[in-house]
């Protein structure tokens, strides 16, 4: 069984930046793709950014490109989104998953294990 703990959620103004990591419990961590994904109140869970499993591909949504980066250390089991410029919108859960059969796609499907989440709040 994988376990993935997201850490480093909090409060902070616009503007600001916030790291968040996902450490995964293990022994193939670096075998697979990582995503984050989020979802606000009142709102669908949705796809923020991937990367593969060395850490050579890395993609983004739209509303994040330029503003977040996903990185990984694969011997030390974790992933991090490292989120700058943030706005209101960016308010939500954040949750890292695990990409199963090597996958790191933008769907919600694509992944089999995920965290409980760490709480972003941005103010304005």
């Known amino acids: 069984q994988v376990q993935l703990v997201e850490s480093g959620g909090g409060l902070v103004q616009a503007g600001g930046s916030l790291r968040l990591s996902c450490a995964s419990s293990?022994?193939?961590?670096?075998?697979?793709?990582m995503g984050w994904f989020r979802q606000a109140p009142g709102k669908e869970r949705e796809f923020v950014t991937a990367?593969?499993?060395?850490?050579?591909?890395?993609y983004y949504a739209d509303s994040v490109k330029g503003r977040f980066t996903i990185s990984r250390d694969n011997p030390k089991n974790t992933v991090y989104l490292q989120m700058n410029s943030l706005t209101p919108e960016d308010t939500a859960v954040y949750y890292c998953?695990?990409?199963?059969?090597?996958?790191?796609?933008?769907?919600?499907?694509?992944?089999?294990?995920w965290g409980r989440g760490t709480q972003v709040i941005v103010s304005s």
């Open positions: 998953a695990r990409g199963s059969g090597g996958g790191y796609g933008y769907l919600r499907s694509e992944y089999d294990y």
């Open positions: 293990g022994r193939t961590f670096s075998s697979y793709g």
């Open positions: 990367i593969n499993w060395s850490g050579g591909n890395t």
